[in-house]
T-cell receptor, first 115, second 115 residues
Framework: ETGVTQTPRHLVMGMTNKKSLKCEQH?????MYWYKQSAKKPLELMFV???????ENNSVPSRFSPECPNSSHLFLHLHTLQPEDSALYLC??????????????FGSGTQLSVL | AQSVAQPEDQVNVAEGNPLTVKCTYS??????LFWYVQYPNRGLQFLLK??????LVKGSYGFEAEFNKSQTSFHLKKPSALVSDSALYFC?????????????FGKGTKLSVIP
């Protein structure tokens, strides 16, 4: 285990549903990330939080809404998603944003299917 | 802009043979380079990184990678492959400096080690 826990592992939702993905890290890290992993595509960085403050929003549609209530928890709230949003959503953490050499610790992801 | 290319979608190697997974990058300035591995139904795990210094970097599970600045490459290698090395491997690049937390991943290379 990497110390980053994501729930649920699998989620099936309709386009009109509202759901949330949860991520918890037990590593005492200060930075947390959401990535989207689609088949045969590079990982896409969605959001970055440092000390509970959002520092990056990579042109993500507003139907994805992140929340970071404290440095250990990160949520991704989903509403009115599209079928093309079906993917594996990965949460990651690092000690700090720092100057670039930090390694990321990933959770196992939530496999999302939008019907 | 920074980018990573992993030219092979899949690499097959016999158990006990040496393996190489290729990666080339494009970034302004001196890069920070990473390799991550993803086992089925799991998140990504850090293998190794190059920040500065010796061009040959040693990492987890007997893997190593060689930084070649003139060829802008960072190929992953292992002298003797194991069946348990079968997984998806991602190369990533990051531009050093505060605020440069955008880690750009390649599309991944699926490694299959044949018994």
């Amino acid at each position: 285990e990497t110390g980053v826990t994501q729930t649920p592992r699998h989620l099936v939702m309709g386009m009109t549903n509202k759901k949330s993905l949860k991520c918890e890290q037990h590593l005492g890290h200060n930075a947390m990330y959401w990535y989207k992993q689609s088949a045969k595509k590079p990982l896409e960085l969605m959001f970055v939080y440092s000390l509970e403050e959002r520092v990056e929003n990579n042109s993500v549609p507003s139907r994805f809404s992140p929340e970071c209530p404290n440095s250990s928890h990160l949520f991704l709230h989903l509403h009115t998603l599209q079928p093309e949003d079906s993917a594996l959503y990965l949460c990651a953490s690092s000690q700090d944003l720092g100057a670039g050499g930090e390694k990321l610790f990933f959770g196992s992801g939530t496999q999302l299917s939008v019907l | 802009a920074q980018s990573v290319a992993q030219p092979e979608d899949q690499v097959n190697v016999a158990e006990g043979n040496p393996l190489t997974v290729k990666c080339t990058y494009s970034v302004s300035g001196n890069p920070y380079l990473f390799w991550y591995v993803q086992y089925p139904n799991r998140g990504l795990q850090f293998l190794l990184k190059y920040i500065t210094g010796d061009n040959l970097v040693k990492g987890s599970y007997g893997f190593e990678a060689e930084f070649n600045k003139s060829q802008t490459s960072f190929h992953l290698k292992k002298p003797s492959a194991l069946v348990s090395d079968s997984a998806l491997y991602f190369c990533a690049v990051r531009r050093p400096g505060a605020g440069s937390y955008q880690l750009t991943f390649g599309k991944g290379t699926k490694l299959s080690v044949i018994p």
